[in-house]
């Protein structure tokens, strides 16, 4: 099992630009979410998914689109990078758990953005 | 928005010695989570916690679900050097599958 991946590892965009963040999990993890992480702060919930077909706003949306295909793939887009999006975004998945609780979450390895 | 309060930020100890850490809230939480980061990588669940009043233990790590549902605490016994990192606890909104991440305990061991 590779677990969760993220690609790109690294990425600089300028202004303007959009681009696509890819996760993808081998697990068969209902749940999937987005996060990013500043200098100095914890970690901030972007959008999440509880399963294909279902996404939903988590703390932070705004500038952000994410859709949920199949089980396997949650991509992040940012429509038009703006430098307030400088940041490390994170992936992670999880089994739903009973009772509205999510079971332990994992985290891909991140993707380090730069908008210029 | 809803927030965790994390508290030390920062911690400087002598190897062998015990670290306690906290997270409070004004919020209602159905699952407490405890995450080490080390640098470069993605968090990794350190303990896992589903009821108000359940204390766990992982190794040497326990943490603690807080009877209001609004705190947790994890300690750490006899650090070693390899403890070092960024300590973040996470709380699931009652209700929800959001989850609040608190702003980290920066952990340094001496040895």
């Known amino acids: 099992n590779a677990g969760v991946t993220q690609t790109p590892k690294f990425q600089v965009l300028k202004t303007g630009q959009s681009m696509t963040l890819q996760c993808a999990q081998d697990?068969?993890?209902?749940?999937m979410s987005w996060y990013r992480q500043d200098p100095g702060m914890g970690l901030r919930l972007i959008h999440y998914?509880?399963?294909?077909?279902?996404?939903d706003q988590g703390e932070v949306p705004n500038g952000y689109n994410v859709s949920r295909s199949t089980t396997e793939d949650f991509p992040l887009r940012l429509l038009s990078a703006a430098p307030s999006q400088t940041s490390v975004y994170f992936c992670a998945s999880s089994l739903l758990g009973r009772q509205g609780s999510t079971d332990t979450q994992y985290f891909g390895p991140g993707t380090r953005l730069t908008v210029l | 928005g809803q927030q965790l309060n994390q508290s030390p930020q920062s911690m400087f100890i002598q190897e062998g010695e015990d670290v306690s850490m906290n997270c409070t809230s004004s919020s209602i939480f159905n699952t407490w989570l405890w995450y080490k980061q080390d640098p470069g990588e993605g968090p990794v669940l350190l303990i896992a916690?589903?009821?108000?009043?359940e204390l766990t233990s992982n190794g040497r790590l326990t943490a603690q679900f807080g009877i209001t549902r609004k705190d947790s605490f994890l300690n750490i016994s006899a650090s070693i050097p390899s403890d070092v990192g960024i300590y973040f606890c996470?709380?699931?909104?009652?209700?929800?599958?959001?989850?609040?991440f608190g702003t980290g305990t920066r952990l340094k061991v001496l040895a």
């Open positions: 697990m068969n993890h209902e749940y």
């Open positions: 916690l589903y009821k108000a009043g």
């Open positions: 998914s509880v399963g294909a077909g279902i996404t």
């Open positions: 996470a709380g699931q909104l009652r209700g929800t599958y959001k989850y609040i």
